[in-house]
């Protein structure tokens, strides 16, 4: 890098890179465009009290997700067919939140998550043209850049709960048998969980989800290194796989709009509610499925069993598709957040033989939390491999210490790298 080049570097505006706006002179950002957002008023379902901003490093936030005014007194009426909405994300920084003295609201959240009547009707002021701020919102799935916001008011409504998923059968995708055998690539992507298994031509997308260190500011810069998104390029057809609706588990599909548009298909857990997946933008990909086999092809010796679970007892992390992967005698356990300890006391027969099972690797459920170091199922050698897909969220802390020690200690070679910032890919089953 010559002296021009490194000093036009130092002089990028870091304030327009948060907002995806190209540099003067500059290529170093991919240009998103804004997308409007509703006048004045939202009202939102709450996802995350702890989440952390995608514009600021390091800064705990309130992540909802809200509909127009317009869209909320439709859903109202008592003879609405309204399934579908214009879904936001909206992100308000704790310094924001704190100021609005909403305490109440923080310790009794759960009465406003999309499975509840209550809703958070917040009134703000919004600014097209600001590069920074403590609040911003944008539409869901579209690729927009943020607009940034000066929230006014947050207060409790009524409303009514988000309708659950009617669950459909599984129509298998099309994936050609093929001599290509299949592999399974996990990706280091921060705080979230995203994993292919593909054949090199036609595959399946595990999860696609990412989080701090990996946020959508660096996401966006054209010198990002991607390797997720080198690998789906190529492979056509292309289905996903959502193991629960967490959004760390499926945030790439908000914030590319180029991977969203080659996925035929994403299939998530039956009869359970999530606003971002009534979104009419994605309306005809999302199907809703139970228990069911996605891929059986025996010219390969490839198999995708997805599970749907019967917990114990319901939250978002329980209601889930737990897959397994089979490839030429080899065997890999993904279950997004569902624990293993969990899996004795499900309803299902099957989701409880798997924890007696033997894996040539596994993806450490909820991101090596401390409850993934109890029960840690079994691996089938000591070439097996625990995939840790865990950032530097400051309030999580993951992984716990326990579950790396726990996981080494039975046998597996325990992966981890939860500091990188870029999108790196790492083999599990070959």
């Known amino acids: 890098m010559n002296n021009g080049q490194q000093k036009a570097v130092e002089n990028v505006d870091v304030k327009r890179i948060a907002r995806g706006v190209p540099q003067t002179g500059e290529n170093l950002v991919k240009e998103r465009k804004q997308h409007p957002i509703p006048d004045g008023r939202m009202y939102c379902k709450l996802e995350a009290v702890d989440a952390e901003s995608d514009y600021h490093n390091n800064r705990r936030c309130v992540r909802l997700f809200g509909i ?56 703000y002021r919004s600014d097209v043209s600001a590069d920074d701020g403590q609040a911003y919102a944008y539409p869901l799935f579209l690729g927009s850049a943020p607009t940034f916001l000066e929230i006014q008011r947050v207060v409790p409504i009524d409303g009514r709960a988000i309708p659950r ?44 989800g990412a989080g701090t260190p990996v946020i959508r500011k660096i996401y966006n810069q054209k010198s990002f290194v991607n390797e997720f998104m080198t690998l789906v390029k190529r492979l056509s057809p292309l289905s996903m796989v959502l193991s629960h609706f967490d959004v760390d588990h499926w945030r790439l599909l908000d914030w590319d709009a180029e991977f969203l548009d080659r996925v035929d298909k994403i299939f998530v857990p039956g009869n359970y509610p999530s606003l971002p997946f009534k979104s009419s933008i ?24 997805v599970v749907r679970s019967s917990p114990h007892f319901s939250n978002k992390n329980g209601e889930c598709l737990v897959a397994v992967c089979r490839t030429r005698g080899k065997i890999a356990l993904l279950p997004g957040d569902y624990t293993y300890r969990r899996f004795p006391t499900d309803g299902g027969s099957e989701m409880r033989a ?77």
């Open 165 to 208: 998923s009617h669950t459909v059968p599984a129509v298998r995708p099309h994936h050609t048998p093929s001599s290509s055998h299949y592999v399974l690539d996990a990706f280091h992507v921060g705080q979230g969980m995203c994993s292919v298994f593909h054949n090199g031509k036609s595959g399946f997308v595990l999860d696609a």
């Open 282 to 305: 994605i309306k005809a990909k999302v199907t809703p499925i139970t228990t069911a086999t996605l891929l059986d092809d025996t010219v390969a010796s490839a198999n995708l069993r």
């Open 68 to 123: 127009s005014e317009a869209q909320f007194v439709q859903s109202l009426e008592e003879n609405s067919t309204n399934s579908t909405f214009d879904v936001f994300i909206m992100d308000i920084e704790w310094p924001a939140w704190e100021v609005l003295k909403l305490n109440d609201i923080y310790l009794t959240r759960d009465r406003f998550r999309d499975s509840e009547p209550e809703w958070l009707e917040v009134s």
């Open 354 to 430: 798997l924890s007696a099972a033997k894996y040539d690797a596994v993806v450490v459920p909820h991101h090596g939390d401390a409850a993934s170091a109890d029960q840690v199922v079994n691996p089938v050698s000591d070439s097996s491999i625990a995939f840790f897909s865990a950032g530097t969220h400051s309030y999580y802390n993951h992984p716990k210490q326990e579950s790396l020690d726990n996981h080494e200690d039975i046998g597996y070679v325990v992966i981890n790298k939860k500091e990188s910032t870029e999108i790196k890919q790492k083999r599990l089953l070959a």
